[in-house]
Structures are given as C-alpha cells and as structure tokens.
C-alpha cells in the first residue's frame, strides 16, 4: 500500500484546509486511515482515523473535535481531512497512516506506531 498526502499551504487563522490522502495498492473494508501530525520539536500526535468498513467509524483527538471532520470515499481510495477553523498551533506536517483492521469491529488505532503505512507530510501553516 502507497498513500499520498496533499492539500497543505498557508491559511489565516480562522481558515480551512482540506487534505487528502490516496491509498494505491490493495484496500478492503478492514483498511483504517489516520491522521497524525507534527510540529517543529514536538512528538508526532494523533489527529482523526476513520474505518473503510460500511460503519465509517471515525476517531479524532480531543483537541481536533468539533474543528476537524475526516471522510472517505472508497470509490476513489482516498482519505479526507477537512480543517475548520485553524490555528496558529495547528501548524505542523500532517501525515496521512494506514492499517488493516485485525476485525471490522475493532477499535481505531489512535497511536502512530500501530500504522505500518504511511505517505509524505504535507506542511500546513496558519499565520495569525
């Protein structure tokens, strides 16, 4: 599985940015993709995770809820991070991981070193 990470840029505070994440290679409905992210001398964090399954479950940090909204459409292999209302300290190179889900019914992963897959960062910065 190869992913490829695009949408960064340079947004106000306030802005929105969409990211996306295409998956090549084989998927299934037990694929898991997440979001992780990090800053300038800073520990890679979790974002958002979202199942391939039909259920669709999503994941996000506690930080990220009510701001950031993960998707996906399978028709087209390829992940979603919509960023709302961002921040100065949103800034960070957003990485977009996978999995594959030991069950349909398992818990999205939240820790990066569960996701063997992932694509190039994508730098977002927000100016204030």
């Known amino acids: 599985v190869q992913l490829q990470a695009s949408g960064g840029g340079l947004v106000q505070a306030g802005g929105s940015l969409r990211l996306s994440c295409v998956a090549s290679g084989r998927t299934s409905s037990k694929f898991a993709t997440g979001w992780f992210r990090q800053a300038p001398g800073k520990e890679r964090e979790f974002v958002a995770a979202i199942n391939w399954s039909y259920s669709a479950s999503t994941a996000y940090a506690d930080s990220m809820k009510g701001r950031f909204t993960i998707s996906r459409d399978s028709t087209k292999n390829t992940a979603y991070l919509q960023m709302d209302s961002l921040r100065p300290e949103d800034t960070a190179v957003y990485y977009c991981?996978?999995?594959?889900?030991?069950?349909?019914?398992?818990?999205?992963?939240?820790?990066?070193?569960?996701?063997?897959?992932w694509g190039q960062g994508t730098l977002v910065t927000v100016s204030s």
């Open positions: 991981a996978a999995r594959y889900q030991r069950s349909l019914l398992e818990t999205l992963k939240t820790f990066w070193n569960d996701y063997p897959y």
